[in-house]
């Protein structure tokens, strides 16, 4: 399929919001060793009832590698809904590596095909190759027979934005204006291409994401549109807690901030899970924090926010917190004609992300 020189947005295409009906999810298999414990069992468990979660509400399609196709095919079988082909990766985040999706009023579907650095390249990225990962967005768009608008030289990954489908768009400096994205752009040359490739107006700029995220503070796990006018922010009372300042920061800016229609912002205050750290489950049982540098066990940045919403769903992790119990019931009354469902999150947090991260949605023009 063809790759488009011009802009999205010169030919008429903008991202809707995630509420828009989709067509399907994608994802991808989990196989990296350095990513998932334990042969990656436990996280391929986890992977799979995410996948069924989302199946009972509209298609899923699972991309996996050429030697884990047929043991992905074979406990996906049952599933009528699911679809595994084989497409090369470097690991598991489609949110970050697929193509962001965008329609036109005619009917037409495009893929944005961002460049894709692991999170930061040779300063501080996940892995020290990523070339699998980069051609991933470019696979979905061929398979879907989709025009694809690239940007090379551009890097940005999907779960750094999140828009609400009428022209605003709210993200993270910590993220878009890191030096090990795209140093050689500035704030107002970043805002061009999200305005060029998205359709967007209005860009809210939230100061960070939540502690200790290794994307260097994607807004997916941290805040989120759930409808025009309307957003859910992690939220803690705890001083003591590194969040606390961070989610204070971003209140300010939200409060202060009109979306692309004139709205003022409503601010949901969603709780974070209490801390969690990376334990190393052995197979034996027992159980050792993983110190960081300094000696501590690394906190976990859990988000009950990093949920995906699909068609009459919202799909969200739970980690075994008291706090589980609210963010299904607040998800609840915010998606009142959605059944929300919780699936574990512990495994696919240890690899550094969650749900959203893992799902790329695929609007249905
Ligand atoms: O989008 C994400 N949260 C993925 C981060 C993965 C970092 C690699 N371990």
Not at 184 to 211: F, H, K, M, N
Request: aromatic share 8%; proline share 7%.
């Amino acid at each position: 399929m063809s790759l488009r020189s011009g802009t999205p947005r010169a030919d008429g295409f903008s991202m809707p919001a995630e509420w828009a009906p989709q067509t399907q999810i994608w994802m991808l298999w989990p196989e990296r060793p350095d990513s998932w414990r334990a042969g990656a069992l436990p996280a391929r468990a986890a992977f799979l009832e995410v996948v069924r979660a989302i199946a009972r509400f509209e298609p899923v399609t699972v991309g996996a590698s050429q030697k884990q196709f047929q043991n992905a095919s074979a406990q996906l079988a049952e599933d009528s809904n699911v679809r595994v082909i084989e497409m090369s990766n470097d690991d598991i985040w489609m949110r970050d590596c697929g193509p962001t999706f965008v329609i036109e009023g005619k009917g037409g579907l495009a893929a944005v095909d961002w460049e894709f650095n692991a999170w930061g390249g040779h300063l501080g990225g996940a892995y020290p190759t990523w070339d699998l990962d980069n051609q991933v967005a470019q696979k979905v768009a061929q398979l879907e027979r989709v025009p694809r608008y690239a940007t090379p030289g551009f890097v940005l990954e999907g779960g750094s934005i999140h828009v609400d489908g009428e022209g605003t768009l709210v993200t993270t400096t910590e993220c878009l204006l890191h030096p090990n994205r795209n140093p050689q752009l500035g704030q107002s040359e970043i805002e061009r291409y999200l305005r060029d490739y998205l359709a967007v107006d209005t860009i809210i700029w939230l100061p960070e994401g939540l502690y200790n995220d290794e994307t260097d503070g994607h807004v997916d796990n941290f805040c989120c549109f759930v409808r025009p006018g309307e957003v859910l922010l992690c939220w803690t009372d705890d001083e003591s807690d590194p969040n606390y300042s961070r989610c204070r920061s971003a209140l300010a800016v939200l409060e202060r901030s009109r979306d692309a229609r004139g709205r003022e912002l409503v601010v949901h205050k969603m709780p974070i899970p209490s801390p969690i750290y990376a334990i190393l489950e052995s197979e034996g049982g027992a159980i050792g924090q993983v110190p960081d540098e300094s000696g501590q066990p690394e906190r976990l940045a859990a988000s009950y926010v990093n949920f995906l919403i699909v068609n009459g769903g919202i799909i969200v992790p739970g980690f075994d917190d008291p706090m589980d119990s609210v963010a299904l019931e607040l998800l609840q009354t915010l998606f009142p004609e959605r059944e929300v469902v919780m699936v574990p999150g512990r495994e696919i947090l240890l690899g550094g992300g969650n749900i959203h991260c893992i799902t790329q949605q695929q609007p249905r023009p």
